[in-house]
């Protein structure tokens, strides 16, 4: 069966917080958050990307999970 998908590729060029991703998770709302050793989360709206870090109220800018919330 063949796929009809496609893949796309980012990094901190495209607004990423970090190059190495721990985890990801897909949102509810459709939103994609990625984890990463140390930029924080970076949260992919299908347009853009939007950083959270500790001067948002995250501890530590090095993320090893996501447990998205029901």
Do not use: N
Not at 9 to 33: C, N, Q, Y
Not at 37 to 63: A, H, K, M, N
């Amino acid at each position: 069966m063949k796929s009809k998908g496609s893949w796309r590729t980012f990094d901190v060029t495209d607004g990423m917080s970090g190059s190495t991703i721990m985890a990801l998770a897909a949102g509810p709302d459709g939103r994609l958050w990625c984890a990463t050793q140390t930029g924080g989360l970076s949260v992919y709206d299908g347009t853009s990307f939007t950083t959270i870090g500790e001067s948002d109220g995250l501890p530590d800018r090095r993320v090893h999970a996501i447990v998205p919330a029901d």
